[in-house]
């Protein structure tokens, strides 16, 4: 086998509490489909036959119930439970599971809707038999107001600087503002043998890794590094540049190696070495191929570990991890398939305008002379006459009465909308209650016991 | 005069093969040409309505310059009667001596029966010589040499790009042993459009499942390698394929009731084909598959499934070791002898085993000079002006358009090769042939070095027959800003044609430096049959 696949489905949606409160955030509903199904979509299109899931009891009791999930999705889930505290980090879920893996793996995580050619990222871990290959695409501006937000000013999230070579497939440099205090320093080695380098801002990971099994190997020694991205991503970019792992011998590296195995020590390094060694030698000296030309040395210059990144310059990447992103994706994650917008089994009645973007959930009840524009209605909701509804996202088991005015907001799962209230860009909390003739604009109407989270 | 060329060729093949086989020839020569009876008398009736006066002139033309080159092939023998008849019908030429050494029928009868025969095919040969005639106008010169020859040949799918029918039949095999087809890319010159022509943008991957299981992942990466050209050269490509190979068995395991020596060469055949997809097979992998299938199906049933497995690593290795790594030593061995003091060599492309002999000549203290002739779009002269200069050896760069300007300093050419044929001929990078030319014009002499397993038993005469198309989009270059060549799809009077082999003339050589010594061009189809006897 080539490739297993593993799910990170265990992440705690950090950065949306609102709407994560009470539903998971791998089962939260984009376009009427739980949000982990958007990864799990796209494994099975390109052909993947089994899954490693690694999440929590909760999703795990939500995915056995989901109607979706259960016919839609027609691969294996080997699910793996994990605590639900959030103190393991996405590596230390790797390290939980290492037993599991047998061969190269390739890394998704939940929040995660795409429609990349998957075949460019493993087509640059196979070829160039890489230690990783990620995927990351032009960061997209969110063109739509989001509840609760105080004027247009975005917090300014922490950048990410990626290096990539003059072919913009080889990754050089990888750092976090956060990590950089003084500056942004790089090393002579890698100007060196890469004199132009393209340091890029604007660009989002997709958090979508292809690694050699060697590296869950290194994970399963290395206890201290807890965060793929984070850590992991950042360590093996450095790696392929520092001097023990490149022009070595194989006789050497394979007797140091031996040697750290007797002394038990705890930094084990990262080696990339196959059987037949000598033999992939021999084809690549004697090829007329050589990655980069200018300088005398040999293609890859000689180094065993090698990171890439496919850089989507068309298309659709999102990773829904924002309440912006939430929105976003609603809008647009509908035009990746060809699903009715409208659910057979919703009801509808003959004087409902609605607009040919708008998504219907099953069981909906929508009366007469609603008009809905751009929405998105979960399943089993019911909404009475006389509702407009325009640039909103209801959720599941919503009830929305008579004469009801709701724009741009995001209503989540159970509340209940009195009649003739009047919401815009507001995010109801989960079964909240808003009272009739209610006037609210841009806020965020949460439970108080949501309120005591911090 | 090609023609008559391939005759004579074909007629010293028929020498020897008859030579080998005699006495089992003759039931092969009836069934042979009652089968091309049939044959002809089916074209003869789909192609009724051709032109008779133009096949009239065409045929005379054909016997003429048929009965020539029959006449020496009969005179070699010493036949009777029968011998004179066959002198005005090309085709049963080279059959009919054979035919004299029946002892079963009488001569008469013998006569009858075959008079009569020649009358149909003469006849339908009507027909087909005007079919022959256009073919050979759209550059199939192929077809007439082929019925000439005793043993029907057919020709390789692969040349047979622009003919529905084996393009419906390959996609067919492919189908039935689950592997995408490749579709080409963009417009094909004319005289070329029987070859495949594929974009390095659009790989087979695309159609394949991500975690493959058809095929063996060690085999999905080294075809992405071949296809993206990161993997290129005969030596390091047979390498690779071998190397795969291993990995393949390794991880093979019977199924209940097969044996291994036939399910594991069936498991082969959709590698291949998937990597004959990426990239056309080379001359050198077409000899390591057959000396790899040889020896899978040597495998007694006796044996079991770890000992065979491990037999047949070995069996690789030591291939690799003979006949490439050794090889390379000793073809060393005899160049250095041909390299004196103040030689100035020139070196075309970045051919392995070149650079290897010039490293090992510059080890044993030769002084010399290397002059690295480079040419677009491939440009692989650069990598081999970098390991030369690495290893301290003083060189030159020139473009191949400057080549008859270095010419007159050079004292010795060293080109590789890609295949030897069976012909003589040399098929090299694409350019090896032009430079051959220009040191002939200034009699400079040309040393090919070739290991023996590169050595096939094709024959061809010119570049276009078979020949591998590269990705056109190769040629297009960017300079200041301006890349003119980027929307040459939409002009429809335009087509990029970007060869990647073309075959020398062994007139052009001088020396072909092998493993078994250093021999003439010509001597090739004698390596061949003794090592064809070996095996």
């Known amino acids: ?454 | 005069m090609a023609d008559s060329g391939d005759t004579e060729g074909a007629g010293k093949n028929d020498e020897i093969e008859r030579a080998k086989t005699e006495g089992k020839e003759l039931t092969k020569e009836e069934k042979q040409r009652l089968r091309k009876e049939k044959k002809q008398q089916k074209k003869n009736k789909e192609k009724k309505e051709e032109k008779a006066s133009q096949e009239g002139g065409k045929e005379k033309k054909h016997v003429s310059s048929e009965s020539p080159a029959s006449q020496p092939t009969t005179q070699t023998q010493t036949q009777k009667a029968p011998s004179a008849v066959p002198a005005q019908v090309p085709v049963p030429a080279s059959e009919t001596p054979a035919p004299a050494e029946k002892p079963a029928k009488s001569k008469a009868e013998l006569k009858a029966e075959r008079r009569a025969r020649q009358e149909a095919e003469r006849s339908s040969k009507q027909g087909k010589k005007g079919e022959a005639s256009q073919q050979a106008a759209t550059g199939k010169p192929k077809a007439p040499p082929s019925e000439l020859q005793p043993v029907v040949k057919r020709l390789p799918e692969h040349v047979q790009a622009d003919n529905p029918e084996v393009l419906k039949k390959l996609a067919k095999k492919l189908e039935r042993q689950q592997i995408p087809l490749r579709s080409d890319y963009g417009y094909k010159v004319s005289l070329f459009s029987h070859l495949h022509q594929y974009s390095r943008k659009a790989p087979l991957t695309q159609q394949l499942g991500i975690p493959s299981t058809v095929i063996h992942p060690a085999i999905v990466r080294l075809g992405l390698q071949y296809s993206q050209g990161i993997v290129a050269g005969s030596n390091a490509r047979s390498v690779a394929l071998l190397h795969a190979f291993k990995q393949v068995i390794r991880d093979y395991s019977t199924p209940p009731n097969e044996e291994l020596s036939r399910d594991l060469v069936n498991k082969l055949k959709p590698y291949i084909s998937f990597l004959n997809q990426c990239r056309p097979l080379s001359a050198s992998m077409g000899n390591a598959i057959k000396y790899i299938k040889k020896e899978i199906s040597n495998i007694s049933s006796q044996c079991k499934e770890e000992d065979a497995k491990s037999k047949l690593l070995n069996c690789i290795d030591c291939y690799i070791n003979e006949k490439i790594t050794l090889a390379a030593k000793a073809i060393a061995k005899y160049s250095i002898e041909k390299i004196s003091d103040g030689d100035v060599i020139l070196v075309y492309g970045c051919s392995s085993l070149v650079n290897h002999i010039l490293y090992e000549a510059f080890e044993k203290d030769r002084k010399f000079r290397v002059i690295v002739v480079d040419s677009r779009p491939r440009l692989e002269g650069r990598e081999a002006l970098r390991r030369l200069v690495q290893r301290g050896i003083s060189c030159t760069y020139v473009l191949i358009s400057a080549v008859s300007y270095i010419l007159p300093e050079v004292s010795k050419v060293f080109l590789g090769a890609h295949a030897l044929l069976a012909n003589g001929y040399v098929m090299s990078r694409v350019g090896t042939s032009q430079i051959a030319l220009v040191a002939k014009a200034f009699n400079v002499p040309v040393l090919v070095c070739c290991e023996t397993y590169k050595f096939c038993d094709r024959v061809q005469t010119d570049s276009f027959v078979s020949n591998e198309l590269d990705d056109p989009d190769d040629l297009i270059v960017t300079r200041n800003g301006k890349t003119q060549l980027e929307h040459w799809q939409q002009v429809p009077s335009l087509g990029l044609l970007n060869l990647v082999y073309d075959v020398t003339p062994p007139d052009f050589v001088d020396l072909v430096i092998t493993d078994l010594g250093m021999i003439p061009c010509t001597s090739v189809p004698v390596v061949l049959r003794v090592k064809n006897v070996d095996q």
């Not at chain 1, 939940?110 to 695409?137: G, K, P, Q």
């Open chain 1, 1 to 454: 086998m080539e490739l297993q696949a593993v799910l990170m489905a265990a992440g705690g949606g950090s950065r949306m509490t609102d709407l994560t409160f009470n539903t998971p955030k791998p089962m939260l509903p984009v376009g009427n489909k739980p949000l982990m199904w958007y990864p799990l979509n796209l494994l099975e299109r390109v052909g993947f036959e089994e899954v490693i899931v690694i999440t929590t009891k909760e999703v795990q009791k939500m995915m056995s119930t989901d109607s979706k999930m259960k016919l839609d999705v027609k691969m294996k889930l080997d699910v793996v439970c994990i605590q639900e505290d959030g103190d393991m980090g996405t590596a230390d879920a790797l390290r939980h599971i290492q037993q599991k893996i047998k061969t190269d793996i390739l890394v998704v995580s939940c929040d995660l809707i795409t429609d990349v050619a998957l075949h460019e990222v493993v087509d640059l871990f196979r070829a160039h038999n890489a230690a990783l290959a990620m995927l990351m695409s032009k960061a997209h501006e969110f063109t739509e107001t989001v509840p609760g937000q105080k004027g247009k000013k975005k917090t300014a999230e922490q950048r990410d600087f990626v290096g990539v070579d003059h072919s913009g497939k080889r990754l050089l440099f990888m750092a976090n503002e956060a990590d950089l205090e003084d500056g942004l320093s790089i090393r002579k080695s890698i100007m060196r043998k890469h004199p132009r380098m393209h340091i890029k801002t604007g660009l989002v990971d997709a958090h979508l890794y292809c690694m050699k099994k060697a590296v869950v190997d290194f994970l399963a020694d290395n206890k201290s590094i807890s965060s793929i991205r984070g850590e992991l991503v950042p360590y093996m970019v450095r790696k392929q540049f520092s001097k023990s792992t490149t022009g070595q011998k194989i006789k050497e590296d394979a007797e140091e190696q031996n040697q750290k195995k007797t002394d038990n020590s705890t930094n084990h390094e990262l080696l990339i070495s196959s059987r037949d060694e000598p033999l992939l030698q021999l084809a690549q000296e004697r090829s007329c191929w050589n990655d980069h030309r200018g300088d005398m040395s040999e293609a890859y210059h000689g180094g065993k570990l090698r990171c890439y990144v496919h850089i989507m310059e068309q298309g659709l990447c999102y990773r829904v991890n924002t309440l912006a992103a939430y929105i976003d994706a609603n809008r647009l994650a509908p035009k990746l398939f060809e699903e009715p917008a409208v659910h057979p089994s919703a009801v509808i009645s003959e004087r409902c305008q609605m607009g040919s973007d708008s998504i219907i959930g099953a069981l909906c009840q929508v009366a007469d002379k609603t008009s809905i524009k751009r929405s998105t209605i979960g399943n089993s909701t019911s909404i009475k006459e006389k509702v407009k509804v325009a640039n909103s996202i209801i959720m599941h088991g919503v009830t929305v009465e008579e004469g009801c005015n709701i724009q741009g907001s995001v209503i989540c799962s159970n509340a209940v909308i009195g009649r003739g209230a009047d919401l815009k860009y507001c995010l109801v909390g989960n079964g909240q209650r808003i009272e009739p003739e209610t006037e609210r604009t841009n806020e965020v109407i949460v439970g108080t016991d949501q309120l005591m989270e911090i």
